[in-house]
T-cell receptor, first 115, second 110 residues
Framework: AAGVIQSPRHLIKEKRETATLKCYPI?????VYWYQQGPGQDPQFLIS???????DKGSIPDRFSAQQFSDYHSELNMSSLELGDSALYFC??????????????FGEGSRLTVL | LAKTTQPISMDSYEGQEVNITCSHN???????ITWYQQFPSQGPRFIIQ???TKVTNEVASLFIPADRKSSTLSLPRVSLSDTAVYYC???????????FGKGTMLLVSP
């Protein structure tokens, strides 16, 4: 069965650089979530989109932005990278909000290392 | 969103039953209880979900008392591959984003 696809799987950047992570949800899933998980930390919710509109916002820094495109894939843009941004970034998708079972399907994550 | 409290860690041996309890004293009427499992460097994976009483699937059972202020995830006959972090999440599914709290690190030994 198709799963959530994230790219790139690994990314190394220097401080103050920018990075873009991509997420391709499971077909027919129209809701996408982004989570950040630092070393030894629990996943922290960043932002979510439903039908290409932002639906919830969590602890996403102002330096980060995200959007969902017409094909439902999503991109997380991170600028002015800091050492503390080094983390695993997970994307998850689900069926339509309001009718789903609450089950989120997570991708394998993108590991960002900021040097 | 209801806050959850779980043990930081638990130890078990292969073949034993493991019960992980989660406290959620402020659970709201519309909230469901969902458990996720996460292996190192992998995305969390849905295990089970319930609203009240008992729910069972091929992987685990979820026990929820009548007051719903706590829930217990039961893993029968654990194996080494069940070593992972287990998260209890509480929220109004479909309408609010589920947030992860501090999970329980389960270590299964031979």
């Amino acid at each position: 069965a198709a799963g959530v696809i994230q790219s790139p799987r690994h990314l190394i950047k220097e401080k103050r650089e920018t990075a873009t992570l991509k997420c391709y949800p499971i077909p027919r899933h129209d809701t996408v979530y982004w989570y950040q998980q630092g070393p030894g930390q629990d996943p922290q919710f960043l932002i979510s989109f439903y039908e290409k509109m932002q639906s919830d916002k969590g602890s996403i820094p102002d330096r980060f932005s995200a959007q969902q495109f017409s094909d439902y894939h999503s991109e997380l843009n991170m600028s002015s990278l800091e050492l503390g941004d080094s983390a695993l970034y997970f994307c998850a998708s689900s069926l339509e909000r309001g009718v789903n079972t609450g089950e989120l399907f997570f991708g394998e994550g993108s590991r960002l290392t900021v040097l | 969103l209801a806050k959850t409290t779980q043990p930081i860690s638990m130890d078990s041996y292969e073949g034993q039953e493991v019960n992980i309890t989660c406290s959620h004293n402020n659970i709201a009427t519309n909230d469901y209880i969902t458990w996720y499992q996460q292996f190192p460097s992998q995305g969390p994976r849905f295990i089970i979900q319930g609203y009240k009483t008992k729910v069972t699937n091929e992987v685990a059972s979820l026990f929820i008392p009548a007051d719903r202020k706590s829930s217990t995830l039961s893993l029968p006959r654990v194996s080494l591959s069940d070593t992972a972090v287990y998260y209890c999440l509480v929220g109004d599914i479909g309408y609010s984003t589920l947030t992860f709290g501090k999970g329980t690190m389960l270590l299964v030994s031979p």
